[in-house]
Nanobody, 126 residues
Framework: QVQLVESGGGSVQAGGSLRLSCAAS????????LAWFRQAPGKEREGVAT???????RYADSVKGRFTISKDNAKRTLYLQMNSLKPEDTAMYYC????????????????????WGQGTQVTVSS
């Protein structure tokens, strides 16, 4: 079992930055692949960024070069640094986890993920 709690959302102007955090508790964190997803009103949830057990990262095309996913295993915390924010980045952001093999690449598909946080809202104004 892994419990996830996001924080760090808020309202910013276009071009600004935010850093989201996701604190994990429970057993198995070190055996998990982790990701950030987002869901805008009226749209499906989409994968934003993922990091595997070997710190290999992947990003959605829409955020490449602007967002950075990272994790601190000692603090059991996942981060998403978001720079050059755009109004289209406005959404509820969720962190997620699933237990994965050491060689797994990680996934941007929500169906892979078993554990989810409650979400944190990010609003970007133009």
């Amino acid at each position: 079992q892994v419990q996830l709690v996001e924080s760090g959302g808020g309202s910013v102007q276009a071009g600004g930055s935010l850093r989201l955090s996701c604190a994990a508790s429970g057993a198995g964190y070190s055996s998990a692949c982790l990701a950030w997803f987002r869901q805008a009103p009226g749209k499906e949830r989409e994968g934003v960024a993922t990091v595997n057990r070997r710190d290999y990262t992947r990003y959605a095309d829409s955020v490449k070069g602007r967002f950075t996913i990272s994790k601190d295993n000692a603090k059991r915390t996942l981060y998403l640094q978001m720079n050059s924010l755009k109004p289209e980045d406005t959404a509820m952001y969720y962190c997620a986890a699933y237990f994965c093999a050491y060689v797994a690449l990680g996934s941007l598909e929500q169906s892979e993920y078993k554990y989810w946080g409650q979400g944190t809202q990010v609003t970007v104004s133009s």
